[in-house]
């Protein structure tokens, strides 16, 4: 068994900076330790998947982030883990707990097939991994050889943790309440649909200052960004459906001193509609987080979403965005873009038109192109 204190430093030592994670009890002393360290920043997700899309974020924009979980949460981490991490190469660190280990402490129902399955989930997604180090003199190694992997392969590394692998660890500070605004302090009402995600993301780049970064989630809205106009501060995802808010979080975080601008769809941010709450809680100042909302998975086919029965603007501004702003035009997108007030987290609610360009390309740079471009475009 080793203290907290010894991984959490020696990975410091290491480059790592952030951790987000979902609580297990194999966990808590990690977790109390990070949240009460000034050297270090734990960002609590609403799920798994984001967790690891957060970590990504954050590796992206040049600090090394931890995801951490309990290994029932694993499966939820499966699609970034296999359509963002391996693809662009992101390559962050992976702790999850072993509940249900076969032949181990008796545990939970729940557990009992996740717990046979963990280690082979994770070598299927081709994530090689160790048992978490139970003693202080193997951390360092242990650390090193998960670096290596990671420098050399661009893929994560996993520690599996056992029962009573860390010593207890009191928690002493508590989260800051930050209450949601009431009234919601939002501009716009129900507004029609105007125009098309080409027009709108026209705009858009018109208002893209210098040094800003511009995330477009998967599908119709990454592969139109790409034929208005490739550029070295864009990202394209691809799959990882509704991580993108998470992504884009992690880097706004590591990077305060530039502008991230994130494109999402409504079928992307019902999906893990979670992630908008750990946005409004970290409220980076940084941060616009607009939704191009057609009513439909435009991409998969065009088949109906649920937004037009959920009210988007007002679930942001109840998750704590400061700013929430619905526009029906690109030149009323423009302005909000251009003139956020007070430099705070905003939420754009977009309705447009159903409709694709004909003979939309798609991106002629890879994912890993992609990303290792912007890392160097945010070192510049």
Known sequence: MIT???FVKAARDRGFGLWSGVPCSYLKPFINFVIDSPEDRY???ANEGDAVAIASGAALAGVRGIAMFQNSGLGNAVNPLTSLNYIFKIPILLITTLRGEPG??????????????TTRMLEVMEIPWEYFPTREEEVAAALDRAVRHMDETGIPFAFVMKKDSVAP?????????????????????????AATRTEMLKALRAVVRQGDIVLATTGFTG???????????????????????????GVALVR????????????????????????GYERPKNLVHIVLDNGTYESTGDQATVSPSVDLPAVAAACGYPRVVSVSSPEDLAAAVAQ?????????HAPIKSGVPDNLPRPKITPQEVARRLEAFLKD
């Open 43 to 45: 960002i609590a997700a």
């Open 256 to 279: 305060p001193d530039r502008r991230v601008i994130a494109v999402d769809g409504d079928g992307a941010v019902l999906m893990r509609m979670g992630g908008l709450s750990t946005v």
């Open 340 to 348: 956020r007030r007070n430099d705070g987290l905003t939420f754009i």
């Open 169 to 193: 660890w009191p928690v002493k500070s508590r989260p800051e309440p930050r209450p949601v605004f009431d009234p919601p302090p939002r501009e716009g009402r129900f507004l029609p649909a």
């Open 4 to 6: 907290a204190d010894v």
């Open 104 to 117: 181990g402490p008796h545990d939970e129902p729940q557990h009992g097939l996740m717990g046979p399955i």
């Open 223 to 249: 592969r139109e960004l790409y034929a208005l106009e490739d550029s070295e501060n864009q990202l394209y995802m691809v799959g990882s459906m509704g991580c993108l808010m998470s992504l884009a979080l």
